[in-house]
């Protein structure tokens, strides 16, 4: 079977030592071997030289919520995700995919959101009086889940960058990421090429990011000649004296931080959220899970697992809490995804996103 954007190399390259076995969240949870990266490796191999053409492979390749550990942990330099998207989109350019993919992929390309909703992407914005400036530098890319079900994070977000003179899009849509992810690549190239069209006619020359997935596929899948993609973090801490004018001041909380894997191990960004949290609560008050930054354990939503195989995910989620040290009282994070996610875990202590711990600081 044809995966024209597998590296082949890569597929050989795998030694099955095994390491990749013990950060698996999937095999964590399971103990199966066909859900860890070496046995998925392996799997993927056989579809490629065309000795196993059932559906079988599914349950394998499409429990890697392509969170990235397996990279880090790899001694012989292997990139299990790319390995992973490229075999979900060799089995769809065949005409194999699960019900949950095509469900997907028909949600994203009827409403451009992976949500179904019909409504407006900036319905968060009526009501709230933020003004929308013209010809602005940086525009803020909202994101499905904040624009549609965590439209508090999205109005906090944007009550702050608005102060700096930070835009919209006029028709923003889906990044693509859920597409890319699943193995449609002809669909989110669709969606890719219109959402260049609007920042390029925004004239813009730096993209905010509100999730960690559009931020990663933003920043790795766009072809945006030159134009800075960053996380509203990363924004806020090179912009931190307009943060403090605003009235960013201290809190007396203990908060303890999860990195999402797609801002985090997949393109570096752990010191800037930590900055903002030790401008408002102290560096002391920062109490680190037990996996923190390019080993940060995956929360379960990524990679189309949350759809297509909800306990799995949830168990995952609850494994991270796990982490989660003994007397704080936020857990915060920088990914509506990862948020929904902890959230739906069911665990004690709240929740949030940066935004809002920011915006508690600067309303108190």
Request: glycine share 10%.
């Given at each position: 079977?044809?995966?024209?954007?597998?590296?082949?190399?890569?597929?050989?390259?795998?030694?099955?030592?095994?390491?990749?076995?013990?950060?698996?969240?999937?095999?964590?949870?399971?103990?199966?071997?066909?859900?860890?990266?070496?046995?998925?490796?392996?799997?993927?191999?056989?579809?490629?030289?065309?000795?196993?053409?059932?559906?079988s492979v599914f349950d394998s390749i499409n429990t890697c919520t392509?969170?990235?550990?397996?990279?880090?942990?790899?001694?012989?330099?292997?990139?299990?995700?790319?390995?992973?998207?490229?075999?979900?989109?060799?089995?769809?350019?065949?005409?194999?995919?699960?019900?949950?993919?095509?469900?997907?992929?028909?949600?994203?390309?009827?409403?451009?959101?992976?949500?179904?909703?019909?409504g407006s992407r900036c319905g968060w914005l009526e009501g709230t009086?933020?003004?929308?400036?013209?010809?602005?530098?940086?525009?803020?890319?909202?994101?499905?889940?904040?624009?549609?079900?965590?439209?508090?994070?999205?109005?906090?977000?944007?009550?702050?960058?608005?102060?700096?003179?930070?835009?919209?899009?006029?028709?923003?849509?889906?990044?693509?990421?859920?597409?890319?992810?699943?193995?449609?690549?002809?669909?989110?190239?669709?969606?890719?090429?219109?959402?260049?069209?609007?920042?390029?006619?925004?004239?813009?020359?730096?993209?905010?990011?509100?999730?960690?997935?559009?931020?990663?596929?933003?920043?790795?899948?766009?072809?945006?000649?030159?134009?800075?993609?960053?996380?509203?973090?990363?924004?806020?801490?090179?912009?931190?004296?307009?943060?403090?004018?605003?009235?960013?001041?201290?809190?007396?909380?203990?908060?303890?931080?999860?990195?999402?894997?797609?801002?985090?191990?997949?393109?570096?960004?752990?010191?800037?959220?930590?900055?903002?949290?030790?401008?408002?609560?102290?560096?002391?008050?920062?109490?680190?899970?037990?996996?923190?930054?390019?080993?940060?354990?995956?929360?379960?939503?990524?990679?189309?697992?949350?759809?297509?195989?909800?306990?799995?995910?949830?168990?995952?989620?609850?494994?991270?809490?796990?982490?989660?040290?003994?007397?704080?009282?936020?857990?915060?994070?920088?990914?509506?995804?990862?948020?929904r996610n902890l959230r739906d875990a069911g665990g004690d202590i709240?929740?949030?996103?940066?935004?809002?711990?920011?915006?508690?600081?600067?309303?108190?």
């Amino acid at each position: 079977m044809a995966f024209e954007s597998v590296d082949k190399r890569d597929l050989y390259r795998c030694v099955s030592c095994g390491n990749c076995r013990s950060v698996c969240p999937a095999f964590e949870q399971t103990g199966r071997e066909s859900k860890n990266t070496r046995g998925r490796i392996l799997v993927i191999r056989d579809i490629y030289e065309g000795n196993l053409t059932d559906d079988s492979v599914f349950d394998s390749i499409n429990t890697c919520t392509t969170c990235g550990y397996c990279t880090v942990a790899c001694p012989a330099g292997v990139h299990p995700p790319d390995l992973v998207e490229g075999a979900r989109g060799g089995l769809v350019a065949a005409g194999k995919m699960t019900p949950t993919q095509m469900k997907i992929r028909d949600t994203v390309t009827k409403y451009a959101n992976t949500l179904g909703d019909s409504g407006s992407r900036c319905g968060w914005l009526e009501g709230t009086g933020l003004a929308v400036p013209e010809n602005p530098k940086a525009v803020y890319f909202v994101g499905c889940l904040d624009a549609y079900r965590y439209p508090e994070t999205a109005v906090n977000t944007y009550t702050i960058l608005s102060k700096m003179g930070v835009g919209l899009l006029e028709d923003e849509n889906c990044c693509a990421s859920p597409l890319l992810r699943l193995g449609f690549v002809n669909e989110a190239n669709d969606l890719m090429k219109h959402n260049i069209e609007q920042i390029k006619k925004s004239g813009a020359d730096t993209i905010i990011a509100g999730c960690a997935g559009c931020y990663n596929t933003l920043k790795n899948n766009y072809d945006l000649d030159g134009i800075k993609v960053v996380t509203v973090s990363e924004y806020l801490v090179s912009h931190l004296e307009d943060l403090k004018k605003a009235g960013l001041g201290k809190l007396d909380l203990k908060i303890t931080y999860h990195d999402p894997c797609h801002s985090g191990r997949h393109n570096n960004v752990f010191d800037e959220p930590r900055e903002l949290i030790y401008e408002i609560v102290g560096k002391d008050n920062l109490i680190e899970m037990k996996t923190i930054r390019e080993k940060s354990r995956c929360c379960g939503g990524g990679g189309g697992v949350r759809s297509g195989f909800n306990d799995l995910s949830l168990a995952m989620a609850k494994r991270r809490l796990e982490d989660v040290p003994s007397g704080v009282d936020y857990i915060v994070t920088t990914c509506p995804l990862c948020l929904r996610n902890l959230r739906d875990a069911g665990g004690d202590i709240p929740v949030i996103d940066l935004v809002e711990l920011i915006r508690m600081s600067i309303e108190k």
